[in-house]
């Protein structure tokens, strides 16, 4: 792959409130491009495997930074770094989940500088896609990663559809598990939606890994009360212990009531595009005790449906073990 | 046009390359050609306390900023895309990644390079002291990066222990594997060497 020092010739915008960039976003649409840390973006630039004709910084938008409490729920902002997210009282006292999460994401660096806003927008990591071939992801008619030959061992288990790529974000389970809701702003004006339904697979939109649309800012993330305090378990496995995306992660939450478990939300990442929640398996919990045992007979649920590819049948009891550990833990 | 989008405010917030003009942007370029589009390339960037006026273009990366046209080429480009540490500069006390910052990104913000590590006599910075002392570079690509790391781990955390030096430097790959020499060297530095 040819390394490029520079960017193409591009046009930047600086917004300084929100109001502007809505604007400008909402005047660009598809010649736009919002970055946060742009650590997602400018790879995607150098690599001319995807263009711009104008990037929207939205680094310069005070109101989308910073994490406060707003009655019972946290609101974190978009823009806020992942080093802010894993270091932050609140979110380390109420969520400390999220904070292992995100001080978990590629490297110290990184993290100083990538958003949560960016985290779970970034796209997804499959090579063919990123090296700019015309995939189903790309427009294209076909996938070359979901072949005997293709390279496909950080691929997905479920819900592929043409395209099998795993999505790469390490908060997005533990948003999902936590029930948090994205913010979405445009011109328009505000909406709230579910983390899980802000995550789009492949079967409902092939183009995407978001609902986000042109125009639209993901301002703040919201994380309800539901969770607080809870009993955590977060374990992400990858290949190298930084830089590295997730093989397999997963992001749980417990309820106890004294041995056992009331209630539980267990959420695995990078097993396909968006982060799957077990929701039969926290059924299957509910009321059992926190053990080994219960381990040993919940988890083999947990991997129902999966369909390996030619090189990633290894993620399907890497998977079990994650969930039992995260219950006998 | 959004009433709160005002043409000053607008002008204010965009910076346009030589290619704007192809790039179909008619109406705002329209509203911008208003002779501060040019000059819009010109920032002042704070780097190791001096500022520099320097012509960037819209795109271009701190890092490139820093060795081509501001000749301080001790920071080094490894991989040119976030995953080696080579590029590793302060960004208000901050390292970061300088390949994958946008120099218009840190206008108003203290910059520090390893140039501007060591004191103004030139003597150099304790940490740097303490790698030559436990011979910490082989090759010495990567040491620049390294450096720039383990003074802002020292500044924040001046007595860490060997794990905290091995988390503050994990964004920093050396090829040649001395990593143990590295993390000696910062134990030095802090006076934890046992």
């Not at chain 1, 030959?149 to 950080?154: F, H, S, W, Y």
């Not at chain 1, 079967?203 to 809870?230: F, Q």
């Not at chain 1, 997963?250 to 968006?274: K, M, P, Y």
């Not at chain 2, 000053?8 to 790039?23: C, E, L, M, Q, Y």
Request: aromatic residues 6%; charged residues 20%; neutral net charge.
């Amino acid at each position: 792959m040819p390394s490029h020092d520079v960017m193409p010739n591009m046009e930047l915008y600086q917004p300084a409130v929100l109001e502007d960039a809505l604007a400008i976003a909402d005047r660009l649409g598809d010649r736009g491009w919002l970055v946060g840390g742009g650590q997602d973006t400018y790879g995607w630039l150098k690599d001319r495997a995807k263009t711009t004709d104008a990037l929207i910084d939205l680094s310069g938008i005070d109101s989308l930074r910073g994490i406060r409490q707003d009655g019972d729920t946290l609101e974190i902002g978009a823009m806020t770094t992942l080093t802010e997210v894993a270091e932050n009282p609140l979110v380390r006292g109420q969520f400390s989940l999220l904070a292992e999460a995100s001080g978990i994401v590629a490297s110290p660096q990184i993290r100083n500088i990538g958003t949560i806003g960016g985290n779970v927008s970034q796209d997804v990591r499959c090579w063919y896609y990123r090296r700019g071939l015309s995939c189903y992801r790309a427009g294209g008619n076909l996938c070359y990663a979901d072949t005997p030959e293709g390279m496909n061992r950080e691929h997905a288990l479920f819900e592929g559809s043409r395209c099998v790529a795993a999505g790469a974000s390490d908060t997005a389970p533990a948003l999902v598990a936590l029930n948090a809701s994205m913010v979405i702003r445009n011109s328009g004006g505000e909406r709230e939606v579910s983390a899980e339904d802000f995550f789009v697979g492949p079967a409902l939109d092939i183009l995407n890994t978001t609902m986000l649309r042109p125009g639209d800012v993901l301002t703040a993330i919201r994380l309800p009360s539901d969770w607080r305090g809870a009993s955590f378990h977060f374990e992400k496995v990858a290949d190298r212990n930084v830089w590295d995306f997730s093989l397999v992660s997963i992001a749980a939450a417990f309820r106890l009531n004294g041995d056992s478990i009331s209630e539980a939300s267990i959420v695995c990442g990078a097993v396909q595009t968006t982060p799957r929640r077990l929701r039969n398996v926290e059924n299957a919990l509910r009321g059992m005790s926190k053990s080994m045992t219960t381990a040993e007979a919940v988890s083999p649920m947990a991997t129902a449906g999966a369909r390996a590819l030619a090189h990633n049948g290894f993620k399907i009891p890497l998977m079990r073990n994650l969930v039992k550990r995260a219950i006998a833990a | 046009m959004n009433a709160k989008l005002t043409r000053r405010r607008f002008i204010k917030g965009v910076i346009f390359s030589g290619a704007a003009a192809t790039t179909g942007a008619g109406v705002y370029l329209a509203q911008a050609q208003s002779g501060l589009a040019a000059a819009e390339r010109l920032l002042t960037l704070n780097v190791n306390g001096q500022d520099r006026t320097v012509d960037a273009l819209p795109q271009e990366t701190l890092a490139h900023t820093l060795r081509y046209r501001l000749n301080l080429t001790g920071t080094k480009i490894g991989c040119n895309r976030g995953e080696c540490g080579a590029c590793t500069v302060l960004i208000n006390g901050v390292p970061n990644y300088s390949c994958s910052v946008l120099t218009h990104n840190v206008k108003g913000q203290a910059v520090v390079s390893i140039e501007g590590v060591k004191a103004a006599d030139g003597t150099l910075h304790p940490v740097q002291q303490a790698f030559v002392a436990e011979n910490s570079p082989q090759c010495g690509f990567c040491t620049p990066g390294q450096v720039m790391s383990a003074v802002a781990l020292l500044n924040n955390n001046p007595a860490p222990d060997r794990q905290q030096v091995r988390m503050a430097l994990s964004g920093n790959l050396c090829r040649c594997g001395a990593y143990e020499h590295y993390i000696n060297g910062v134990l030095r530095a802090a006076g934890q060497l046992a």
